[in-house]
């Protein structure tokens, strides 16, 4: 299974359960989330999701070894899950429990609220990719955290630790490894107290203005990440990674 899902009274929790590989999104991944978020929309007796991750990482972005054509097409799909998560009516919480790249850094913006444990790191690595941004984080970063920390985030490349995640405004709260989970549902069951109806329609309200917004940046993104997918710079990269070296951009 590659996720799972069990209910704390009106709270459903969904974990990434890919823990062999870092909770790295597959295209069945993507698959499996997006069924997920969308049967947490529709069930009346859910009014929050919570995501976490098994084991040691919360998620380790795409996994570079799915390559296209290697399984059963997609459903979904990376396009259908971001869909999925800007149309979501409920509040959806993250508790980041370990490392998370990639997109396992790009979705706190778009939740609602993000918990993250002490020793977590997070990492938007696209320049040291040869690669550029994406999950609409081109507007959500710079929303949440002004636009010069949102620039050195998205263009540094650099590992993030919790605290200056915190600073940043990346996360609303830091928390003890062993008590990440259970402070979350904390703050998830005092919003599932609320009435469903005022829960939808206030989350309605804040993100109404900015889902078109979110859609043309993704958009955008996926043709930068294609224009760069594969190009110079992004095959130096993946070729330092396998010699285990540090890529050399110096003529690019």
Not at 29 to 39: G, H, P, Q, R, Y
Not at 130 to 147: D, I, K, N, Q
Request: hydrophobic fraction near 45%; include cysteine; charged fraction near 20%.
């Amino acid at each position: 299974m590659l996720t799972t899902t069990h209910n704390e009274g009106a709270v459903r929790v969904l974990r990434f359960n890919r823990p062999e590989a870092l909770n790295a999104f597959s295209d069945a991944m993507f698959d499996a989330v997006t069924e997920d978020l969308l049967a947490a929309a529709e069930d009346d007796s859910v009014k929050v999701l919570v995501i976490t991750g098994e084991g040691r990482a919360f998620s380790a972005g795409m996994d570079l070894s799915d390559r296209p054509g290697k399984g059963s097409k997609p459903v979904h799909g990376f396009a259908g899950m971001f869909e999925a998560f800007i149309e979501f009516p409920k509040p959806i919480l993250l508790a980041i429990n370990g490392l998370g790249v990639g997109f396992g850094c790009t979705i706190t913006g778009l939740a609602d609220l993000v918990f993250m444990a002490e020793s977590a790191k997070l990492r938007c690595p696209f320049t040291a990719l040869g690669l550029t941004a994406e999950a609409a984080s081109t507007v959500t970063f710079p929303a949440m955290m002004g636009s010069q920390s949102a620039n050195w985030v998205l263009l540094s490349s650099e590992w993030l630790d919790a605290h200056t995640c915190k600073e940043y405004g990346l996360v609303f709260e830091v928390v003890a490894d062993d008590q990440l989970l259970g402070r979350t549902l904390e703050r998830a069951q005092t919003l599932a107290s609320k009435p469903l109806a005022s829960l939808i329609t206030t989350k309605e309200l804040l993100m109404a203005p900015r889902r078109e917004a979110l859609r043309e940046a993704s958009e955008i993104e996926t043709a930068g990440l294609g224009s760069l997918m594969g190009g110079p710079a992004n095959q130096e990269a993946i070729a330092a990674f396998k010699d285990r070296r540090e890529p050399d951009f110096s003529a690019f």
